[in-house]
């Protein structure tokens, strides 16, 4: 009796043993009996599409596989004002560019109003004060310029504390100043600029809600990722111009302005010091050139944050490629004429003989920069974009195209040919 009680549960603990292996090969089946040829469809970097769908708050096959665009969800793009965003970094020629859109009449530009961010809150991290970031830009894009007063201090705020004051064609005319009239294209005085009243941070916020299109200009976003309630947002629907250039130049123009730039590239090296990786870059192997090194080392992590930003445009939805506009700077001033009609375009801001005569000449005078790096003047643009060539040696060049090489392959940019031993 009790052998025959074994074997009958001998038999019941088999047969159950054989249905759980049997249950994945019926599901599979099932599955691609279900799909048929659709397996084939799959998308090849699916954790990149859903991450990218969950940020956007879409369906990540924006477009289908017959080569249609899947349909749009409700995206209010009809608002009257136009806010843009000029998304850059440190020394890649976002001055320049903010210039010919603080010269437009129509336009109401501010000049890196989150410097005041940084320096309230350094020495913190860049990766932590993106969400402060974000919020200022949000507050400023509705000309509530209150938001300033947070990292003042006890400094009482007025327009000579600002958006780059003394150079800010809103700020120093009518009817704030009269040390220049608005219409009128050409680069601002600062030494004229800095005699003009000191004016409150309401009557800004008065003139700002007049102009049609509100610019800002700044090298404190670290990714796009962080600007993407604000392109979603309905009441600002953001536009950005991203400005790119060729690594090696940025990394040229980053060591000669090395002093200025120390903070902000141990700021941004240590919103990564999660990871082995940044931790090596903040440790300079050579304790004689620090500053070198740490700006040297902030360009690997500005290239590893272009190359998501590429990625997460090439994944967004349609609506968010209308609204984003990718610009390098070596076209800008070799073309600037067909350039700033691109951007204009997008802008929707009408273009008109002043400003393409404007454009055309501070692309086209002497020499490659004055002493002040961070001064906007006429230069001469085929120097500007080539002076890597002949300022940095063959080592330094060929660490930036090392952990550049997918950006400048991305972007266009030839790896260099030149042996500086012959």
């Given at each position: 009796m009790k052998r025959r009680l074994n074997k009958k549960y001998l038999v019941l603990i088999l047969a159950?043993?054989?249905l759980l292996l049997l249950i994945p090969y019926v599901l599979d089946y099932r599955d691609k009996s279900v799909a048929g040829v659709?397996?084939?469809q799959q998308p090849r970097c699916p954790e990149l599409e859903n991450t990218v769908a969950l940020l956007w708050g879409t369906d990540f096959k924006s477009n289908r596989s017959d080569g249609s665009e899947a349909p749009e969800k409700d995206v209010n793009r009809t608002q009257a004002r136009i806010h843009v965003y000029l998304h850059a970094t440190w020394r890649t020629g976002s001055s320049f560019l903010g210039?010919?859109?603080?010269q437009h009449p129509d336009v109401f530009y501010l000049y890196e109003p989150m410097w005041h961010i940084w320096q309230a809150l350094y020495p913190g991290d860049a990766g932590s004060l993106q969400g402060a970031v974000r919020d200022m830009m949000s507050a400023l894009y509705r000309c509530d310029f209150s938001v300033l007063k947070l990292y003042a201090g006890s400094q009482n705020i007025t327009t000579s504390f600002i958006f780059g004051w003394k150079t800010n064609k809103v700020i120093c005319s009518e009817p704030l100043c009269d040390a220049h009239r608005r219409a009128e294209v050409g680069l601002v005085k600062e030494d004229r600029c800095a005699k003009c009243q000191k004016r409150d941070l309401r009557e800004l916020e008065r003139e700002c809600r007049k102009y049609p299109v509100m610019v800002i200009k700044g090298v404190r976003v670290l990714d796009l990722s962080t600007l993407v309630p604000l392109m979603k947002d309905p009441d600002i629907n953001l536009q950005i111009i991203q400005l790119f250039r060729d690594p090696r130049a940025v990394h040229n123009s980053r060591l000669k302005s090395k002093q200025a730039l120390v903070k902000e590239s141990i700021q941004v090296l240590r919103s990564k010091?999660?990871?082995?990786?940044y931790k090596r870059l903040l440790v300079p192997s050579n304790r004689l050139n620090r500053a070198e090194n740490y700006v040297s080392s902030a360009m690997e992590l500005i290239c590893d944050n272009w190359l998501s930003d590429m990625l997460l445009v090439t994944n967004a939805p349609p609506w968010v490629r209308r609204n984003y506009l990718r610009l390098r700077y070596e076209d800008l001033v070799l073309h600037p004429m067909q350039e700033l009609q691109r951007m204009f375009h997008f802008t929707k801001l009408s273009t008109f003989p002043a400003l393409k005569t404007f454009a055309l000449n501070m692309t086209h005078g002497q020499g490659y920069s004055s002493d002040k790096p961070f001064l906007i003047s006429s230069r001469?643009?085929?120097?500007?974009?080539?002076?890597?060539?002949?300022?940095?040696?063959v080592e330094q060049?060929?660490?930036?195209e090392g952990y550049c090489s997918e950006v400048m392959r991305q972007l266009g940019y030839q790896k260099n040919t030149v042996d500086k031993t012959t």
């Amino acid at each position: 009796m009790k052998r025959r009680l074994n074997k009958k549960y001998l038999v019941l603990i088999l047969a159950y043993t054989g249905l759980l292996l049997l249950i994945p090969y019926v599901l599979d089946y099932r599955d691609k009996s279900v799909a048929g040829v659709a397996v084939q469809q799959q998308p090849r970097c699916p954790e990149l599409e859903n991450t990218v769908a969950l940020l956007w708050g879409t369906d990540f096959k924006s477009n289908r596989s017959d080569g249609s665009e899947a349909p749009e969800k409700d995206v209010n793009r009809t608002q009257a004002r136009i806010h843009v965003y000029l998304h850059a970094t440190w020394r890649t020629g976002s001055s320049f560019l903010g210039e010919l859109f603080n010269q437009h009449p129509d336009v109401f530009y501010l000049y890196e109003p989150m410097w005041h961010i940084w320096q309230a809150l350094y020495p913190g991290d860049a990766g932590s004060l993106q969400g402060a970031v974000r919020d200022m830009m949000s507050a400023l894009y509705r000309c509530d310029f209150s938001v300033l007063k947070l990292y003042a201090g006890s400094q009482n705020i007025t327009t000579s504390f600002i958006f780059g004051w003394k150079t800010n064609k809103v700020i120093c005319s009518e009817p704030l100043c009269d040390a220049h009239r608005r219409a009128e294209v050409g680069l601002v005085k600062e030494d004229r600029c800095a005699k003009c009243q000191k004016r409150d941070l309401r009557e800004l916020e008065r003139e700002c809600r007049k102009y049609p299109v509100m610019v800002i200009k700044g090298v404190r976003v670290l990714d796009l990722s962080t600007l993407v309630p604000l392109m979603k947002d309905p009441d600002i629907n953001l536009q950005i111009i991203q400005l790119f250039r060729d690594p090696r130049a940025v990394h040229n123009s980053r060591l000669k302005s090395k002093q200025a730039l120390v903070k902000e590239s141990i700021q941004v090296l240590r919103s990564k010091k999660q990871t082995d990786k940044y931790k090596r870059l903040l440790v300079p192997s050579n304790r004689l050139n620090r500053a070198e090194n740490y700006v040297s080392s902030a360009m690997e992590l500005i290239c590893d944050n272009w190359l998501s930003d590429m990625l997460l445009v090439t994944n967004a939805p349609p609506w968010v490629r209308r609204n984003y506009l990718r610009l390098r700077y070596e076209d800008l001033v070799l073309h600037p004429m067909q350039e700033l009609q691109r951007m204009f375009h997008f802008t929707k801001l009408s273009t008109f003989p002043a400003l393409k005569t404007f454009a055309l000449n501070m692309t086209h005078g002497q020499g490659y920069s004055s002493d002040k790096p961070f001064l906007i003047s006429s230069r001469d643009a085929k120097e500007a974009i080539f002076a890597w060539r002949e300022r940095l040696s063959v080592e330094q060049i060929t660490q930036v195209e090392g952990y550049c090489s997918e950006v400048m392959r991305q972007l266009g940019y030839q790896k260099n040919t030149v042996d500086k031993t012959t």
